[in-house]
């Protein structure tokens, strides 16, 4: 569960970094990491389940 957890924050750091290195605002790239992690931790979530 903790890498589940560590790799749904390390998405949403590097898609926020790169979103505001493109231009985008603050908000656009938190709403985008918030999306992204929530979509890794569900999938890791899902695959946990899947082999337990």
């Known amino acids: 569960m903790l890498v589940i ?3 749904s ?3 949403a750091v590097v898609i926020y970094y790169t979103w505001r290195s493109r ?3 603050s908000l656009q790239a938190l ?6 992690a929530t979509a890794v931790f569900g999938m890791g979530v ?4 899947l082999f337990l």
């Open 5 to 7: 957890l560590l790799s």
């Open 9 to 11: 924050a390390l998405c």
């Open 23 to 25: 231009g985008g605002s």
């Open 31 to 36: 709403t985008a990491c918030g999306s992204a």
């Open 46 to 49: 899902a695959l946990l389940n």
